[in-house]
């Protein structure tokens, strides 16, 4: 099982699909899980391995959601008595485990978070500059223009020609910002306005931004 949950481990990360890894660090018997048991658990609460049975798992699952809402790691003390425990270190979350065994579970719980996607359009001077501290900042750059090729956006992760395919390949959460310096302006954010980025912008003076936004309100 253990080169099974590393192979889904790769696998998420590559396919850039949140999930959590959740490791027994320690244990106090009678326990079913020992140190190093390991589970993966994804943003829909599906869970692959092993770190404990009925009474931890869905504790592991709840606190699992919660550090890929907030990005944070913790380690978890399953305790049947863990409000007697003395942890007052900074990320120790103690919880009741009423199982009958009375046994004691320490769980590091580990987000793993795709990196945000920022997504540049054109292929002007700005577009570029925004790709390169895009990289810089850590985001995976997808930079979008008929014209796009390695030597005008050195080393982002993905180059796209067609604004269809462009929009396509947005994820949820990400970023858009449509640079095209009055080369394609309407048709760029008509492209987007309705995809499910997190945040789009228009590079452009106030006079032609209100014009682009003119045009596609008459669109509808």
């Known amino acids: 099982m253990f080169d099974d949950l590393l192979e889904q ?5 590559g396919q850039n699909k949140p999930f959590a ?3 027994v660090v320690a244990c106090k018997p009678p326990t079913s899980a020992k140190p190093g048991a390991k589970a ?3 943003a829909d609460g599906s869970f692959y391995g092993w770190v404990g049975g009925s009474c931890a798992q869905p504790l592991v699952t709840q606190q699992a959601l919660k550090a890929l809402q907030d990005g944070q790691p913790r380690l978890l003390l399953l305790a049947p008595n863990p409000n007697e425990l003395d942890f007052p270190l900074e990320g120790v979350v103690p919880i009741l485990m009423a199982c009958q065994s009375e046994g004691t579970l320490a769980i590091y719980l580990e987000p793993f978070l795709p990196r945000p996607q920022l997504q540049v359009i054109g292929q002007s001077p700005m577009a570029r500059s925004l790709a390169a501290l895009g990289q810089t900042l850590g985001f995976a750059v ?5 014209a796009a090729n390695q030597e005008l956006f050195p080393d982002v992760e993905a180059l796209v020609q067609d604004l269809e395919i462009a929009r396509q390949s947005i994820r949820p959460g990400s970023y858009v910002v449509v640079a095209t310096m009055g080369h394609y302006d309407e048709e ?3 492209a987007v306005v309705d995809c499910s980025a997190r945040y789009i912008g228009l590079v452009a003076s106030p006079r032609r931004g ?7 309100r008459s669109k509808g």
């Open 9 to 13: 481990v790769t696998a998420l990360k």
């Open 21 to 23: 890894l959740a490791t």
């Open 40 to 42: 993966i658990v994804r």
């Open 142 to 146: 997808c930079a979008c223009d008929p």
């Open 188 to 190: 760029a954010l008509e």
């Open 210 to 216: 209100r014009a682009v936004i003119e045009c596609l």
